[in-house]
């Protein structure tokens, strides 16, 4: 059967005498056809300079170990080999822990995971520095490892102390509830898989200067880490980033790690190092999403309606603290997504464990305490015999005395109950509901299960100086333009947008306006491309930027030509003076032989946020973004496979800037949301080795696991705050309209019983947990 895709209605082209690609135009991503064609230039594309060098990195084979000895001479021995570092070669300091210290470059004294870097070679090929490399004598002394959330739980292992959330007093509140709820859920980690590696290349320039190409989403931070290291000013480095092929927040803060190992290489032999990882090693030497264990114990009316929750969530957080801090909290003010939970205690650990140091990741925290509090609501429906959309929505924000977050932001902008309503609807649910029960009561091996899942997710960097942003705009004498912003480009289209602010602006065509390479030499100390703020915040400060040129462009033709301000209009591709018309160009020259400056910076800052972390209280969000999703699935009861039949999204995007691009994001987020629930499982051996670390492991959702029958519209509506065109933020939220897959298959399982058994099933489902879930089930039937 063909797939059948239904997609949002877009704007028809504009004539060809009208100015093409401004706001809310489905304009085609900046670089699509160099995508496609394969000539997009990534790091490794990058012409090498003369004399580059190769870099290999020495990974720990132990969970945790004293190092006794490390012997680098048979390294040396190795033709074309130019240089080995050890830590004791950092010249400055050797940690890149981004909040709290505890990432070495190199181990030092000890290891803490199978996979941390213990020693770099270059060399002038990579083979010959694999080899050299591998050569190295390390002796080590086995130490006790923590390897389990579990484990870290009882012996009191953690980066950072617990937290704790609250809103009245849930204790008592669960204790009195007519019932009550207790149980754990689990949820794996997730590999980012981005399609482009882990690399960069760093070339050294006068006076100790260096030039890095990273592969990066912070390239500021990428720049303070290197100068760090190396006891350099962060003006004498400089980070660029074009493109990645992927981030997802994998290049947050892992991209430093490799940009200062190439760095320092490249400072002792004065010549480029390029450090490129292959995916195994990338893999084992990288954090990934957090896997949870998450335990609540839930008080809740006849109807489903919840009173109280207590709720723990702990995450395996890895070796260091890295960003777990804020995953964490974010997982924790995630854990009431669309719902009212009336007394909720919501509480953070953050499990030391001696494997890779777990680290951003699309959501941030954000779809594990989500999923937790599906799995919650979805036992509380079967338990009482309802349909879990009823006890959804029975449960969402809204009305009197319902608006008040357990982190006491008030929920001001809620669109879910009219959003569900139309979804419901427009996907027909209850027919198919009816219709899936008499499919599985005539069916004994396949099973079909069907799920309404809404998300509700805040907008913004929970840590709240990162909520700003500059950018660079150059207007130069022949029309064109030149954008440079702090936001980094990863194939979502951030360019693309920020791009059509500044055609908008100056009411010109698209095609006029250049992006260049993101460069922490232009727009300095800027903050990451992640938390979906990319466009919210770049695309204000770019605004303001050409809005800056804009009115000195204006100032200037009301002097000139002797006409009101309110006369002169930008549009068209044109600059229209009163009853005279001018082409963008001209009148840029004209402006020019008058002396009006034509390059401005611009910087914006989010309004309205504050988060006190002492009291756990404040607005940590500007504004939340909605959505919701069906999902209908099949599972084969003998050997727990499952597959996606049908797929129904409903997103809220606000005004898009650029329909297409949104429809990617919405597309991609759900599939590689069903893919961290389904399919993707991290595995570690007893010894704490990464046992997944390549695509004939670890598997990935591909072409194939599309539904064949997937429709997805925009939610009609126009963000309150004011945001860059009262857009909404489209990079993270769609991933947890995932959530209805899994509880479609959940709801599959469920059949095996005829809804009337409990079941218990974690994440990711996988056929194994799946087909144990089914003899569960079948057991208790029995």
């Known amino acids: 059967m063909p797939a059948k895709h239904v997609h949002p209605a877009q704007p028809a082209a504009a004539p060809d005498n009208v100015r093409q690609g401004g706001m809310h135009e489905p304009a085609p991503h900046d670089s699509a056809t160099r995508h496609v064609t394969g000539e997009a230039v990534y790091t490794d594309d990058i012409r090498e300079p003369a004399g580059t060098l190769q870099a290999y990195v020495r990974m720990s084979d132990r969970a945790h170990a004293r190092l006794v000895s490390i012997d680098t001479a048979p390294c040396r021995e190795v033709p074309g080999v130019r240089a080995v570092a050890v830590a004791a070669d950092v010249p400055g300091v050797n940690d890149i822990g981004p909040v709290i210290a505890g990432d070495p470059i190199l181990a030092e004294g000890e290891v803490q995971y199978v996979g941390q870097p213990i020693l770099a070679v270059a060399a002038e090929t990579l083979a010959i520095a694999r080899e050299a490399a591998m050569r190295a004598v390390v002796v080590y002394e086995d130490l006790p490892a923590v390897l389990s959330i579990e484990q870290a739980l009882a012996e009191g292992s953690q980066v950072s102390p617990p937290l704790t959330m609250r809103l009245g007093d849930a204790a008592a509140a669960v204790a009195a509830a007519p019932h009550r709820l207790t149980g754990e859920f689990r949820m794996g980690g997730q590999d980012h898989f981005y399609l482009e590696g882990q690399i960069a290349l760093a070339i050294p320039g006068e006076e100790g200067e260096l030039l890095v190409h990273s592969s990066t989403q912070h390239p500021s931070e990428v720049q303070h880490m290197i100068a760090h290291v190396l006891n350099l000013t962060h003006g004498q480095v400089t980070v660029e980033v074009r493109r990645m092929g992927g981030g997802f927040g994998g290049k947050e803060t892992q991209p430093a790690l490799i940009a200062c190992l190439a760095s320092l290489l490249a400072t002792k032999t004065r010549r480029p190092v390029k450090l490129r990882l292959d995916r195994d090693d990338d893999m084992q030497m990288t954090g990934k999403r957090h896997d949870f264990l998450a335990k609540y114990d839930v008080g809740y009316d006849d109807e489903g309606r919840i009173l109280g929750v207590e ?80 006890v959804r929505r029975l449960n969402f924000y809204g009305g009197p005395g319902r608006d008040v977050t357990h982190f006491h932001q008030r929920v001001e902008d809620s669109v879910i109950a009219e959003l569900v309503d139309t979804l419901e609807r427009t996907a027909d649910y209850r027919r198919r509901v009816e219709a899936i029960r008499a499919f599985n009561a005539g069916s004994p091996v396949v099973k079909r299960g069907i799920a309404l899942t809404p998300v509700k997710f805040g907008i913004s960097f929970t840590v709240t100086h990162l909520n700003q942003a500059g950018a660079l705009v150059n207007v130069y004498t022949d029309g064109s333009v030149l954008l440079n912003h702090g936001g980094t480009e990863m194939g979502q289209g951030l360019h693309t947008k920020v791009a059509q602010v500044v055609a908008d602006e100056f009411g010109i065509d698209l095609a006029r306006v250049k992006i260049s390479a993101t460069s922490t030499g232009k727009v300095p100390n800027t903050s990451a491309t992640a938390a979906s703020s990319g466009t919210d915040l770049n695309g204000m400060a770019a605004q303001a930027a050409a809005r800056t040129i804009k009115n000195r462009l204006i100032e200037f033709a009301a002097g000139h030509f002797k006409v009101a301000a309110d006369q002169v209009a930008f549009r068209g591709d044109r600059v229209h003076v009163g009853a005279t018309a001018m082409e963008f160009g001209e009148f840029v020259r004209l402006a020019y032989m008058n002396r009006v400056s034509l390059s401005s910076t611009g910087y914006y800052r989010t309004p309205k946020i504050h988060w006190d972390r002492t009291t756990a209280t404040g607005r940590p969000f500007y504004y939340f973004a909605y959505g919701a999703s069906v999902t209908e699935a099949a599972i084969d009861t003998l050997t727990g496979e499952s597959r996606i039949l049908r797929a129904d999204l409903l997103h809220d995007v606000g005004r898009s800037l650029n329909p297409a691009l949104d429809l990617g994001q919405i597309e991609g987020g759900y599939i590689q949301g069903v893919g961290w629930l389904t399919a993707e499982e991290l595995f570690w051996d007893d010894h704490g080795r990464l046992r997944t670390h390549a695509p004939s492991t670890y598997k990935i959702p591909t072409c194939r696991d599309i539904p064949p029958d997937f429709r997805v519209a925009f939610f009609e509506n126009s963000n309150r705050e004011d945001t860059i065109g009262r857009s909404k933020a489209v990079g993270e939220p769609p991933f947890m309209l995932g959530n209805s897959a899994f509880l479609a298959i959940k ?12 079941v218990q099933l974690d994440a990711p489902a996988t056929p194994e947990r799946v087909l144990a879930a089914v003899e569960a089930v079948r057991g208790r039937l029995a």
């Open 747 to 758: 709801d599959a399982v469920a059949a095996v019983g005829d809804y009337r058994r409990p």
């Open 311 to 390: 709720m723990d969530l702990a995450a395996r957080c890895g070796y260091s603290a890295d960003l777990s801090n804020a995953v964490v909290d974010r997982a924790m003010f995630h854990a009431d997504n669309c719902y009212f939970l009336g007394n909720a205690r919501v509480t953070g650990h953050r499990c030391k464990t001696h494997t890779v140091s777990n680290t951003a990741f699309r959501g941030f925290g954000g779809p594990q305490g989500m999923i937790a509090i599906e799995n919650v609501v979805d036992e509380i429906a079967r338990r009482l015999g309802r349909d879990p959309l009823d």
